[in-house]
């Protein structure tokens, strides 16, 4: 279920009938969001500690996983294909499609989220074990575990794509046309990741690291186990 969020239209919550008004679902989402970007910080310190890491993982972190909204998210990747079809390497613009994906995904999650702290009249000032009991209550195991092998696989994509040198032909064929059909935000988008991956010749570690402790975290907050 996506659902549009106005500054000032008030959204209906899914399961009650009372309305909610768009700002302050947007203010809660944000300090949401805020709360989960602090969360992968200290889960990931070592690895963002770690200077060959420092590219791949600016990108990973801020500009990949963590939830944000996307310029291009609604049009950019329509435009993407028309003003790019048969233009650039096929495999750039199936990897912006997956990314699209993941971030609507996310985005559900967390609207998701963001009722039942409305609904549980839990505010900013959330704490772990409210976050881990509201997670928990909305019984959607099979979708989580679905955002972190996106998430995954996605990343890997990046990678893949960063050592071809046919994708660092197409960036360059492209940037001319990304700011004449408006696609920019898509294109530095691509150029972030293809220079923040191709620096690294192995992610094994990087990738295996984040998916084992994100499993891990999710299935500890599901077994009703406390995490400090």
């Known amino acids: 279920m996506n659902i549009d969020i106005g500054y000032a239209t008030p959204l209906k919550n899914y399961n009650r009938d009372h309305l909610v008004d768009g700002d302050v ?14 969360r992968l910080n200290n889960t990931y310190q070592d690895i963002k500690n770690d200077p060959q890491y420092d590219l791949m993982g600016d ?16 049009q950019g990747i329509k435009k993407l294909h ?7 390497y ?3 613009v199936s990897a912006v499609t997956r990314v699209i ?5 996310s985005d559900e999650l967390d609207n998701k989220m963001v009722h039942k702290m409305i609904d549980t009249n839990i505010g900013h000032d959330m704490t772990m074990e409210q976050y881990q009991q509201i997670y928990r209550s909305l019984d959607n195991y099979d979708q989580r575990i679905y955002q972190i092998n996106l998430s995954t696989e996605v990343t890997k994509t990046f990678h893949r794509l960063s050592q071809k040198w046919i994708v660092a032909v197409s960036l ?5 046309a990304a700011y004449f059909f408006k696609i920019k935000p898509v294109v530095d988008f691509i150029y972030q990741g293809y ?4 620096q690294i010749k192995n992610i094994d570690y990087f990738i295996n690291t984040i998916h084992e402790r994100e499993i891990a975290w999710h299935n500890e907050i599901w077994n009703s186990n406390t995490l400090n």
């Open 101 to 105: 994906e993941l971030h609507e995904l």
């Open 25 to 38: 679902f947007l203010k809660l989402k944000r300090s949401l969001q805020t709360f989960q970007s602090n």
């Open 90 to 92: 096929s495999g750039m």
């Open 82 to 88: 028309t003003a790019l079809d048969g233009k650039v």
């Open 172 to 176: 360059n064929t492209v940037k001319s």
């Open 59 to 74: 990108f990973f972190f801020n500009r990949l996983y963590a939830p944000e909204d996307f310029s291009f998210r609604d």
């Open 195 to 198: 220079t923040a991956f191709r």
